[in-house]
């Protein structure tokens, strides 16, 4: 189930003993915990009936003993277990079998009960982000079993918002701060966070903290996009457009002043900064494709998984310049990457090298 089922089962108090809330947002599992705190652990005495355990020490047995013994406290006992290690980590046969027959079958049965009484307990299972979708040998998303309890408990990942919930997310925050924001620019701003993109690891954790900025380090009531530009776009995406802009236009003096401010900010930046160019001319020599072929510029984001905001300053800056030209650029960053990693040259000699024959 998800984030909006979620919703509507806190909102009818409707849920078995057991809460599993696992999902790539962690920033709604912690919503949804702290939901369920204040709503069963009783406004004056959380302290006494809100219980949390790292599951790499947990005791199952002990935490289901616990949720079995009503509160002495008005309220009810909730019990939250974080990253219960039997839930996404693989685990030998033997020992496997042996948890299965044992707290793991007591888990299980204790989950798909539903206890709805004053006295009842409710045991918060939790899985971390980084558990749920790491796809390393030994962290491999849930387990069978895990995906076994996710079915039997009250089971929610919470992933990805809709559009519509994303917007009610920021426009929330918006108003709270007593602020404005258009809706065109509501959605400069999300189309901007690549929120979107199918690789993204841009989250609502990193959307809250942009947010924070954009309402608390501007002075008017009304957002501008400039401001949301200003403050969402990275300093090394700001830094990298500044210096095409400087290299394609010839102004190479320029173009030397910001590598040397962005190498005595970080003197081991060359690589990244080398990085980063290759990327954004890749970028622009695919606009450069996109413009020959009529395709929408949304859909080639798409197709070639980049941020979309990013594309559209590649696009804006591929339209100056030939084609040609953007690919011979492309080429002798290759070599220059290719002579960093061979040895020829270090990452700054190879940096400079080619801001010098631009």
């Known amino acids: 189930m998800s984030y909006k089922e979620f919703r509507k089962d806190l909102r009818s108090s409707m849920f078995n003993n057991v809460v599993m809330l696992t999902g790539k947002e962690n920033f709604l599992v912690h919503w949804a915990v702290n939901q369920l705190k204040k709503k069963y652990g009783g406004k004056e005495?959380?302290?006494?009936?809100v219980h949390e355990f790292d599951g790499a020490q947990a005791d199952i047995d002990e935490v289901i003993g616990m949720a079995r013994t009503p509160s002495m406290f008005p309220g009810h006992?909730?019990?939250?277990?974080?990253?219960?290690?039997?839930?996404?980590?693989?685990?030998?046969?033997?020992?496997?079998?042996e948890f299965q027959e044992?707290?793991?079958?007591?888990?299980?049965?204790?989950?798909?009960?539903?206890d709805h009484s004053e006295y009842a307990s409710m045991i918060i299972m939790t899985v971390d982000a980084q558990y749920y979708k790491d796809s390393s040998?030994?962290?491999?998303?849930?387990?069978?079993?895990?995906?076994?309890?996710?079915?039997?408990?009250?089971?929610?990942?919470?992933?990805?918002?809709?559009?519509?919930?994303?917007?009610?997310?920021i426009g929330k925050r918006v108003k709270a701060a007593g602020k404005q924001m258009t809706r065109n620019q509501l959605n400069y701003l999300i189309d901007l966070s690549g929120?979107?993109?199918?690789?993204?690891?841009?989250?609502?954790?990193?959307?809250?903290?942009?947010?924070h900025k954009i309402l608390y380090s501007t002075e008017g009531e009304q957002i501008t996009n400039e401001e949301i530009e200003?403050?969402?776009?990275?300093?090394?995406?700001?830094?990298?457009?500044?210096l095409i802009d400087a290299l394609m236009s010839g102004n190479r003096k320029t173009a030397i002043t910001l590598t040397?401010?962005?190498?005595?900010?970080?003197?081991?930046?060359?690589?990244?900064v080398i990085g980063l160019l290759i990327s954004q001319f890749e970028m622009m020599y695919d606009a450069h494709l996109a413009i020959e072929k009529g395709v929408d510029l949304k859909r080639m984001a798409k197709e070639i998984g980049v941020?979309?905001?990013?594309?559209?300053?590649?696009?804006?800056a591929a339209k100056k310049f030939r084609k040609n030209r953007i690919r011979d650029l492309l080429i002798q960053l290759y070599n220059a990457d290719r002579d960093i990693k061979r040895g020829n040259l270090s990452d700054r000699a190879a940096l400079e090298a080619f801001i010098l024959h631009v």
């Open 230 to 242: 200003d403050l969402m776009a990275g300093d090394a995406d700001k830094f990298v457009f500044h």
């Open 45 to 49: 005495f959380q302290a006494q009936n």
């Open 260 to 272: 040397e401010h962005i190498l005595y900010e970080d003197p081991k930046a060359s690589f990244q």
């Open 77 to 97: 006992r909730v019990l939250i277990v974080r990253n219960y290690p039997w839930l996404f980590q693989k685990k030998g046969k033997e020992e496997l079998k």
């Open 137 to 169: 040998p030994r962290n491999c998303g849930l387990t069978a079993y895990g995906k076994k309890l996710l079915q039997k408990s009250s089971g929610y990942e919470m992933n990805t918002l809709n559009r519509a919930e994303l917007e009610g997310f």
């Open 195 to 211: 929120y979107y993109n199918e690789e993204s690891v841009y989250r609502l954790d990193d959307l809250e903290n942009d947010l």
């Open 307 to 316: 941020n979309e905001y990013r594309f559209k300053k590649a696009y804006g």
């Open 102 to 114: 044992g707290a793991g079958a007591r888990l299980l049965e204790y989950a798909a009960g539903a």
